[in-house]
C-alpha cells in the first residue's frame, strides 16, 4: 500500500486555480486520471491542461446540479467510471453582522454549501457505480472557530464539517469515505484582498504561524492526496487541520 494514485479517476471542482490547481498536479504526478472544474477562468483551465498532459478540464458551476450532472457524465464517458470527488470550489465573501442585502449572503451559501449538495446528488450515484471511492471537501478554520464580519461563509464552512460527518456514516456502508481539510490562510487569489494588498496586514498575519510562513497552495496539495490514497483507508468523518498551527495562536 502507498501514496500512489495510478488509475483513480478524481475529479476536482475549482481546479483552475489556487488549491484546486496543486491538487491537479499532485494526483495527476501521482498517476491519478484528473478531472477539473473551473467557473469562468477558460485561460487558465486550459493552461492547467497543457502544463498537466492527460488532465481534463470542464466548465461547470458547483451551484448547478444540471451542470454536476453533466460533469459527472463527460468524466464517466472519458475515464470510464468516478472514484473520488473534490468538493473544492468556494467563495469568500463577507457578510457584516448587520446584513444590507441579500445577493452576497445567497452567493455565499450557494457555492459553499448548497451546491455540494446538488453535486453529491450527481457524484454519490457515479461512486456506487464504480464500487466505492472517496470525498474529500474543503472546509476552513472559519468554519471552526467563526470569523469575523465572515459569517455566512464560515457558517457554510462549519456545515461542510457537519456535512462530512454525516456522510461518512451515511456512505459508508458503500464503500465511500468521507473526509475534509481545513486550511487557514492560504496564499492564493480568494486571500490576496488580505495577504496581496497591504505589506503591513500580510506581515501581520504571517506572525501569527508557529512555523513563520504562510502556506501556499501546494502545501494543502499533500494532505488532499493523502486522504484520497490507500493510506488513509481506515480513515472517514475527519477533519484534517492545514493550517500552520496559526488556530493553536488565536
Ligand atoms: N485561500 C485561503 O486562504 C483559504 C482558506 C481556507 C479555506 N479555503 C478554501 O479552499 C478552497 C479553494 O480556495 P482557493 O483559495 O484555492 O480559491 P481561489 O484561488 O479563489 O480559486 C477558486 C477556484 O474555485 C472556482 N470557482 C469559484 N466559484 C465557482 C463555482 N461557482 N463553480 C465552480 N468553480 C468555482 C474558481 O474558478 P474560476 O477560475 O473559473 O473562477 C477557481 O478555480 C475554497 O473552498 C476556499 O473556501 C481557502
Given at each position: 500500500m502507498d501514496m500512489n494514485l495510478a488509475g483513480r479517476r478524481i475529479l476536482v471542482t475549482g481546479g483552475s486555480r489556487g488549491i484546486g490547481a496543486a491538487a491537479v498536479r499532485l494526483l495527476a504526478a501521482l498517476g491519478a486520471r484528473v478531472a477539473f472544474?473551473?467557473?469562468s477562468g477558460r485561460d487558465a483551465a486550459e493552461a492547467l491542461v497543457r502544463e498537466v498532459p492527460g488532465a481534463l478540464a470542464l466548465q461547470g458551476d458547483q451551484r448547478l446540479r444540471e451542470d454536476a450532472r453533466r460533469v459527472v457524465s463527460e468524466v464517466e464517458r472519458a475515464f470510464g467510471g468516478l472514484d473520488a470527488f473534490v468538493g473544492n470550489a468556494?467563495?469568500?465573501?463577507p457578510t457584516p453582522a448587520v446584513l444590507e442585502g441579500e445577493e452576497v449572503l445567497e452567493a455565499v451559501l450557494e457555492v459553499n454549501l448548497r451546491g455540494l449538495f446538488r453535486w453529491?446528488?450527481?457524484?454519490?450515484p457515479a461512486l456506487r457505480r464504480a464500487g466505492g471511492g472517496s470525498i474529500l471537501l474543503i472546509s476552513s478554520t472559519a468554519g471552526q472557530r467563526g470569523e469575523a464580519g465572515y459569517g455566512a461563509y464560515a457558517a457554510a464552512k462549519g456545515g461542510v464539517i457537519s456535512l462530512?460527518?454525516?456522510?461518512?456514516?451515511?456512505?459508508g456502508p458503500w464503500g465511500i469515505r468521507v473526509n475534509g481539510v481545513a486550511p487557514g490562510w492560504v496564499d492564493t487569489d480568494m486571500a490576496a484582498p488580505a495577504l496581496r494588498a497591504d505589506p503591513a496586514e500580510r506581515a501581520r498575519i504571517a506572525a501569527a504561524f508557529?512555523?513563520?510562513?504562510?502556506p501556499g497552495p501546494g502545501d494543502l496539495a499533500g494532505p488532499?492526496?493523502?486522504l484520497l490514497s490507500d493510506w488513509a483507508q481506515a480513515v472517514t468523518g475527519e477533519i484534517l487541520?492545514?493550517?500552520g498551527g496559526t488556530v493553536l495562536c488565536g
Amino acid at each position: 500500500m502507498d501514496m500512489n494514485l495510478a488509475g483513480r479517476r478524481i475529479l476536482v471542482t475549482g481546479g483552475s486555480r489556487g488549491i484546486g490547481a496543486a491538487a491537479v498536479r499532485l494526483l495527476a504526478a501521482l498517476g491519478a486520471r484528473v478531472a477539473f472544474t473551473y467557473l469562468s477562468g477558460r485561460d487558465a483551465a486550459e493552461a492547467l491542461v497543457r502544463e498537466v498532459p492527460g488532465a481534463l478540464a470542464l466548465q461547470g458551476d458547483q451551484r448547478l446540479r444540471e451542470d454536476a450532472r453533466r460533469v459527472v457524465s463527460e468524466v464517466e464517458r472519458a475515464f470510464g467510471g468516478l472514484d473520488a470527488f473534490v468538493g473544492n470550489a468556494g467563495l469568500w465573501q463577507p457578510t457584516p453582522a448587520v446584513l444590507e442585502g441579500e445577493e452576497v449572503l445567497e452567493a455565499v451559501l450557494e457555492v459553499n454549501l448548497r451546491g455540494l449538495f446538488r453535486w453529491h446528488a450527481e457524484v454519490i450515484p457515479a461512486l456506487r457505480r464504480a464500487g466505492g471511492g472517496s470525498i474529500l471537501l474543503i472546509s476552513s478554520t472559519a468554519g471552526q472557530r467563526g470569523e469575523a464580519g465572515y459569517g455566512a461563509y464560515a457558517a457554510a464552512k462549519g456545515g461542510v464539517i457537519s456535512l462530512v460527518k454525516s456522510l461518512a456514516v451515511e456512505l459508508g456502508p458503500w464503500g465511500i469515505r468521507v473526509n475534509g481539510v481545513a486550511p487557514g490562510w492560504v496564499d492564493t487569489d480568494m486571500a490576496a484582498p488580505a495577504l496581496r494588498a497591504d505589506p503591513a496586514e500580510r506581515a501581520r498575519i504571517a506572525a501569527a504561524f508557529p512555523l513563520g510562513r504562510i502556506p501556499g497552495p501546494g502545501d494543502l496539495a499533500g494532505p488532499v492526496a493523502f486522504l484520497l490514497s490507500d493510506w488513509a483507508q481506515a480513515v472517514t468523518g475527519e477533519i484534517l487541520n492545514v493550517n500552520g498551527g496559526t488556530v493553536l495562536c488565536g
